[in-house]
């Protein structure tokens, strides 16, 4: 099966695996490319969809994919991993005509590899014109960005590798509605991060200041010193 073809299709999978994850008393926003295209990033179409929880109520991922599927079997299916010593499942939303959209759902915190900073849902943010859709908030979203950049230019697997370009567009694309529509600045916006994620944060956004010296002016206007 193909991936989505246009932002519409990632959308509605977002919408319907939000509400199937709140109809078992689940809350969360989504992250990733398809967060990003919700602020209004179109550069590129989303090729999944990205959620983290908004808390660990002690439930694995893999019970709240099957929970998932349990409430609408007709679009979301569950796959087995390619690799044979992989034991979790890949969660996909069915979208017709031989095309899917995978699912990711992570829990915050250490949780899973990412790390993703804890998000409070007083934060949650529902962009318009996509008001029913949850996105995290734009700055760790933009930083969360930044991290995913760092770790394929280091990474070993060349899958990951290859995604690296595709990062620096999320990232330029993001920076520039971070900055000129949004004017967030990191004193205000990003009190609540924990300091260990800002201080790494600090370090990657040097990273690619280095490697991207036009960027620099927009990382100081956030509050980054560079």
Not at 10 to 20: D, F, G, L, T
Not at 85 to 104: A, I, Q, S
Not at 192 to 215: H, I, Q, T
């Amino acid at each position: 099966m193909k991936g989505p073809s246009n932002a519409k299709q990632v959308r509605k999978a977002a919408r319907e695996a939000v509400q199937a994850l709140a109809d078992n008393n689940i809350k969360c926003c989504l992250f990733g490319s398809a967060a990003c295209h919700i602020y209004g990033m179109q550069n590129r179409v989303p090729g999944d969809v990205d959620i983290v929880l908004l808390t660990n109520d002690g439930r694995d991922i893999e019970y709240i994919k099957q929970l998932v599927v349990s409430r609408n079997p007709t679009r979301f299916f569950l796959e087995e991993s390619i690799y044979p010593n992989k034991t979790y499942k890949k969660l996909y939303y069915r979208l017709g005509n031989g095309r899917r959209c995978k699912v990711d759902v992570l829990h915050p915190g250490r949780a899973s590899k990412l790390k993703i900073p804890t998000i409070h849902k007083r934060l949650v943010e529902y962009p318009e014109p996509y008001g029913d859709i949850p996105v995290m908030p734009i700055l760790p979203l933009l930083l969360m960005k930044l991290k995913g950049w760092v770790d394929h230019r280091r990474s070993s697997k060349p899958y990951e590798q290859k995604k690296v370009g595709q990062d620096v567009g999320d990232i330029d694309g993001l920076l520039e509605i971070v900055v000129d529509e949004y004017g967030v600045e990191m004193d205000s916006e990003g009190s609540w991060l924990p300091r260990k994620f800002v201080r790494a944060s600090k370090k990657r956004v040097g990273e690619y200041v280095n490697k991207f010296p036009r960027s620099a002016q927009r990382w100081r206007k956030i509050g980054f010193d560079v």
